[in-house]
Nanobody, 124 residues
Framework: EVQLQASGGGLVQIGGSLTLSCAAS????????IGWFRQAPGKEREGISC????????YYADSVKGRFTLSSDNAKNTVYLQMNSLKPEDTAVYYC?????????????????WGQGTQVTVSS
């Protein structure tokens, strides 16, 4: 059974940093696309980063490029999202997700399995 456990969210000040973790069980990260998404209140779910998803390299949305870094520890079957220089507009529930397809791109509907989400709040 595929399971994803996201953690690491919290309250941080503008300009601060957080690292989100997504621990997986029931499959190996090597074989699937892994994506990070976020959803702010009243907004659609936004894809922000993915790996093995069809872009060739790790994909970053323009909104987070240069500030967020996706990495993985295959031994721990865990993917991380290092978030730096956080802004109020980064406030959202963050989700990790897995797709069987390596061409899931950053399209939420192409990801079959989702973690439970972790809240990130950036305030002044």
């Amino acid at each position: 059974e595929v399971q994803l456990q996201a953690s690491g969210g919290g309250l941080v000040q503008i300009g601060g940093s957080l690292t989100l973790s997504c621990a997986a069980s029931g499959f190996s990260f090597d074989d699937y696309a892994i994506g990070w998404f976020r959803q702010a209140p009243g907004k659609e779910r936004e894809g922000i980063s993915c790996v093995n998803c069809g872009y060739g390299n790790i994909y970053y949305a323009d909104s987070v490029k240069g500030r967020f870094t996706l990495s993985s520890d295959n031994a721990k079957n865990t993917v991380y999202l290092q978030m730096n220089s956080l802004k109020p507009e980064d406030t959202a529930v963050y989700y990790c997700a897995v797709s069987y397809s390596n061409e899931a791109w950053i399209i939420p509907t192409l990801y079959e399995f989702w973690g439970q989400g972790t809240q990130v709040t950036v305030s002044s």
